[in-house]
């Protein structure tokens, strides 16, 4: 079984700056994807980021691109988001995605998934 451990949310003001973690473990991770989910108040799902085993053509949604980056440690197992110029619209919970199919993170039907990290940020 493959546990996933979020941190790093916490409240910030608009156009600042914050950086999520996510710690793999539990099994062996070669071919192991990761990304990123957020689910607003009264909201559904949506997805963030992925990035594949080899860290090569990171994929973001288009409300985050040019503000989001992820990437991934595989030495240590763990993906980060690194969130710039950040907005109201970002408040949410952050949830860490991980599968051995690609595929599965980008459309949302990932196998594993964190317990969530909340963001906050203030206008």
């Known amino acids: 079984q493959v546990q996933l451990v979020e941190s790093g949310g916490g409240l910030v003001q608009a156009g600042g700056s914050l950086r999520l973690s996510c710690a793999a473990s539990g099994r062996t991770f070669s071919n192991f994807a990761m990304g990123w989910f957020r689910q607003a108040p009264g909201k559904e799902r949506e997805f963030v980021a992925a990035i594949s085993w080899t860290g090569s053509n990171p994929y973001y949604a288009d409300s985050v691109k040019g503000r989001f980056t992820v990437i991934r440690d595989n030495a240590k197992i763990a993906v980060y988001l690194q969130m710039n110029s950040l907005k109201a619209e970002d408040t949410a919970v952050y949830y860490c995605?991980?599968?051995?199919?690609?595929?599965?993170?980008?459309?949302?039907?990932?196998?594993?998934w964190g317990q969530g990290t909340q963001v906050t940020v203030s206008s």
């Open positions: 995605a991980g599968d051995y199919s690609y595929a599965s993170i980008r459309i949302g039907t990932s196998t594993y």
